[in-house]
């Protein structure tokens, strides 16, 4: 089993940025397993947001946060940040922080085993 605990939601206002952090704990082999961020607005499905693969080498984002969003890893403490820049009231939503049993990313919600219970963001106008 693994746990993911994320950690550094909240409100900001339009502009501006927040980093959220997710601590894997449990398998010691967690630190190889691809983790990713997803999102998801209240009546609005879970959407992907970013992927990191086993190393940090790979990395792959929705189109509706390129550029703005940076995810990283570390995993001699078995963390996964979520750098948030240039917020905007649409990227208001619970985030989710997920690990894959493999070491490569997914895009995909079903492919990720293991989830966190969910930091909220919101992005005030």
């Known amino acids: 089993q693994v746990q993911l605990v994320e950690s550094g939601g909240g409100l900001v206002q339009a502009g501006g940025s927040l980093r959220l952090s997710c601590a894997a704990s449990?398998?010691?082999?967690?630190?190889?397993?691809?983790k990713g961020w997803f999102r998801q607005a209240p009546g609005k499905a879970r959407e992907f947001v970013a992927t990191?693969?086993?190393?940090?080498?790979?990395?792959h984002y929705a189109d509706s946060v390129k550029g703005r969003f940076t995810i990283s890893r570390e995993n001699a403490k078995n963390m996964v940040y979520l750098q948030m820049n240039s917020l905007k009231p649409e990227d208001t939503a619970v985030y989710y922080c997920?690990?894959?049993?493999?070491?490569?990313?997914?895009?995909?919600?079903?492919?990720?085993?293991?989830w966190g219970q969910g930091t909220q963001v919101t992005v005030s106008s």
């Open positions: 990191i693969n086993w190393n940090g080498g790979i990395t």
């Open positions: 449990g398998r010691t082999a967690s630190s190889i397993y691809a």
């Open positions: 997920a690990a894959r049993i493999e070491g490569w990313g997914s895009i995909n919600y079903y492919e990720y085993r293991y």
